[in-house]
């Protein structure tokens, strides 16, 4: 075979621009392997890309080293390198379980494969693999071993210091890491017995050997206050201290946006825009001005804050934000993908000073339809500083005082009111899902402790601005597809054929159907929420139909968004708190700019891994902000031991039943050991559980009165007891079939453990 000469890689301008010295990119080094047709040696790839000098192969050793990281190649115990996808090999996300088993969680996105608690003592929670399908295991579950460990996640460990008769160690925090690390006497650093530590970990686990660390960091003791936000922020090693390269790069940047900066972007200082946003936030993303025209036509312009300006690729500022992935959201905290010197500063759309931004300006017909859009880099200057309750109040309400405050403001408002009427009328039509999830918001005392928790309200204001946001997401999409621009999409799979089966059994016992059979269309789920709206179990119906759905990711490839009914959606509107945001900025700036889809320093195979990543640091974040709201409901509820609540069932396992108390919204565990003495069966696609012998059947939704038993901090878990035994509760008449009718009945579908 011919030696591959490096001019004629496609992807060599993209490598001569980030290196001084390039190498073969990793595509072409993939395209030479693949028609090889076999696995080569370190010395075959340097010889045939006609790699000699010193520095050359140190660049080949790295960037082979990074491809078997990334699952690209895998180096076999012969020292070739091999292509993965001829391996039969997967690669994926451990995911760890309390019990000690887990599961793969594949990067392609395929069904998860089980790990048995053997496999699992070789690896922690969040470690990247490599693996093989072996078969099924005795509960007919796809299994698979584990073959290489591709990439180790915990390097830092925190939870509470053991001494189990001079033996001392870490139990991790995270029940989802299931082997304790064990701390040398001499690496117990001045820590105490019960003391919440960080243990770094010096010693992976393997086959035959248990993890070994050293207590690097004391945090306390577990009631100090804010300690729980300090646990979760190194229980799921959220980033979050500033590396200095990033302090140095910020020194660069003043606090106001230079002359220099400006030039060369459209003028749109004169436009009254504003934000409008919630009472506590600081960092302004987005905002809005809305116009008629002459021709009953409506233009509107979302103005969002030019991160990609101050960003750029390959900056220690542009790895921070990449390995940060998002801003993570704690009741009481914030930590910032960017720093507060740009996320609440220089790039925050702060009202009454310039501001640089990237413009989405839409054309829209009388009825909402859009016309035409455009995209361009602009300076503005947001005249007001809105929230929600605001708006709220001076366009549903009325309210007289607000309005002559903002006098000037009033015009512009109700026409972005009046477009927003007309967006929501095609939202209906289009068939998007609306559940009306509850939110909550905790409230705080002095000491960091929790006073309340309340229903945070959601208003008309905030679907108007939610309307602005997905108009000017689904103008980027089309921008970007049209322009064949390598980006991350905003996906959201249709519904499993299993889940919508189960979905179907469920319903079928209330008498309710779900139109589209096994594939249904947004509209049907739309169709079925109206349907029941007026029902006491309306909640608990939404609930199920929002289980049945998919988890919304990104990803390089376009398949629409189920749950908004889109067929190309992506995220554009909010940079500051999202990197997928900040990369869409890049590719509409370098369409702007004439560039190609092959000049883009971003390939498909790059997007691919950018939105594998992106998604876990989205899952990260919201893990760990679960983590920190249970911890605190869990402290708030440590003094209410022994008292009684009404509360409903939000949840049926095989274990028991979850219960969310009325008003307080704090959710326990009814343990299937606390209902009367029975045997109890679950029944998954009902979401019941019925006793054997007393016929009580306790279903999703169904009301009852609980004490409060038991309160675990470390484990996060609160535990109920009935107040008062139910009666037996008759079961529901089965009707008779006829010889015929039992001929044509399909036989249940076989459950499923949860």
Not at 156 to 171: A, Q, T, Y
Not at 320 to 334: I, L
Not at 354 to 372: F, H, I, P, Q
């Amino acid at each position: 075979m011919s030696k591959k000469k490096r001019q004629h890689d496609p992807h060599l301008a993209r490598e001569a621009e980030k290196y001084e010295h390039p190498i073969p990119s990793r595509e072409f080094i993939i395209e030479w392997l693949t028609e090889l047709g076999r696995p080569a040696t370190f010395e075959e790839i340097a010889d045939q890309f006609e790699l000699a000098l010193e520095h050359e192969e140190e660049a080949l050793n790295r960037r082979l080293r990074a491809m078997i990281r990334d699952g690209q190649v895998f180096r076999n115990r012969r020292g070739g390198f091999c292509l993965i996808t001829k391996m039969d090999l997967v690669r994926g996300r451990v995911m760890g379980h309390k019990d000690g088993f887990g599961f793969l969680v594949l990067d392609n996105g395929g069904s998860d494969l089980f790990l048995s608690t053997k496999q699992m003592r070789r690896v922690l929670h969040g470690d990247h693999v490599l693996a093989r399908r072996t078969g099924f295991d005795y509960r007919g579950k796809p299994e698979a071993v584990i073959v290489e460990v591709l990439e180790h996640r915990n390097q830092f460990v925190v939870g509470r210091l053991v001494n189990d008769s001079g033996l001392f160690f870490v139990v991790p925090d995270n029940t989802r890491i299931s082997q304790d690390i064990l701390i040398p006497p001499e690496d117990i650093n001045g820590a105490t017995e019960g003391q919440i530590v960080t243990a770094e970990v010096l010693s992976q686990p393997s086959r035959r050997a248990s993890p070994v660390g050293k207590i690097v960091e004391v945090l306390g003791d577990h009631m100090d206050p804010g300690m729980e936000i300090d646990i979760a922020v190194r229980s799921h090693a959220l980033p979050h201290q500033w590396p200095e390269e990033v302090k140095e790069e910020m020194t660069a940047f003043g606090k106001t946006v230079a002359e220099a900066d400006k030039a060369g972007r459209k003028d749109l200082r004169d436009l009254p825009f504003v934000t409008i946003d919630g009472e506590d936030a600081k960092d302004f993303d987005d905002a809005v001005y809305c116009e008629t025209l002459d021709n009953g036509d409506w233009r509107l312009y979302v103005a969002i804050a030019d991160v990609s300006h101050y960003v750029k690729p390959d900056s220690a500022l542009d790895a921070e934000g990449y390995n940060r992935g998002n801003s993570v959201y704690f009741p009481s905290q914030v930590i910032p993908m960017l720093p507060y010197g740009l996320s609440n500063g220089l790039c925050s759309l702060k009202p009454n000073v310039d501001r640089l931004c990237m413009v989405c300006e839409a054309t829209l017909t009388s009825t909402g339809e859009v016309r035409d859009f455009q995209f361009y880099s602009a300076v503005m200057h947001s005249h007001a500083r809105l929230t929600y309750n605001k708006v709220a109040a001076m366009l549903m309400h009325g309210d007289k005082e607000l309005r002559q405050q903002y006098k000037t403001l009033v015009p512009d408002l109700e026409n972005l009111y009046r477009l927003y009427q007309c967006l929501k009328k095609r939202r209906v039509a289009r068939g998007a899902i609306d559940f009306e999830i509850p939110e909550t918001q905790i409230l705080f005392d002095n000491n960091k402790k929790i006073r309340k928790i309340i229903a945070r309200e959601r208003n008309e204001a905030h679907r108007l601005i939610e309307e602005c946001m997905l108009l000017a997401n689904v103008c980027t999409a089309k921008f970007l597809l049209k322009h064949k621009m390598p980006g991350l999409f905003r996906i959201h799979a249709s519904p499993d054929e299993k889940k919508i089966n189960e979905l179907h059994e469920f319903l079928a016992d209330l008498g309710l159907t779900l139109k589209g059979g096994t594939t249904p269309e947004p509209k049907h789920y739309v169709r079925l929420l109206k349907q029941i709206t007026e029902r006491p179990d309306y909640t608990v119906i939404q609930t199920v139909l929002l289980r049945s759905m998919s988890q919304a990711v990104y990803h390089h490839e376009n398949i629409g968004h189920f749950g908004l009914a889109y067929d190309a959606y992506m995220h554009f509107t909010s940079p500051i708190r999202r990197y997928p945001d900040l990369l869409v900025h890049r590719a509409i700036k370098h369409i702007l700019a004439g560039g190609k889809p092959k000049d883009f320093p971003y390939s498909d195979s790059q997007m691919s891994d950018l939105g594998q990543h992106c998604s876990m640091t989205e899952r990260r974040a919201d893990d760990a902000s679960r983590d920190v709201i249970d911890w605190l409901k869990c402290e708030f509820m440590l003094d209410k031991v022994g008292e009684a609540y009404s509360g409903k069932i939000t949840g049926v396992t095989d274990f028991g039943l979850f219960i969310s108390l009325d008003d307080i919204y704090v959710e326990g565990l009814l343990h299937i050991t606390e209902l009367s003495n029975d045997y109890y069966h679950f029944e998954k696609s009902r979401h019941q559980l019925e006793g054997e012998l007393s016929g009580n059947v306790y279903r999703l939704g169904d009301e009852l009165t609980i004490k409060v038993a038991r309160v675990d901090l470390d484990q996060r878990k609160i535990d109920f007891v009935l107040a008062e035994k139910l009666p037996p509760r008759a079961k529901p008449a089965k009707k008779k079939k006829t010889k015929d009718k039992v001929k044509k009945s399909k036989p249940k579908s076989k459950q499923r453990k949860s």
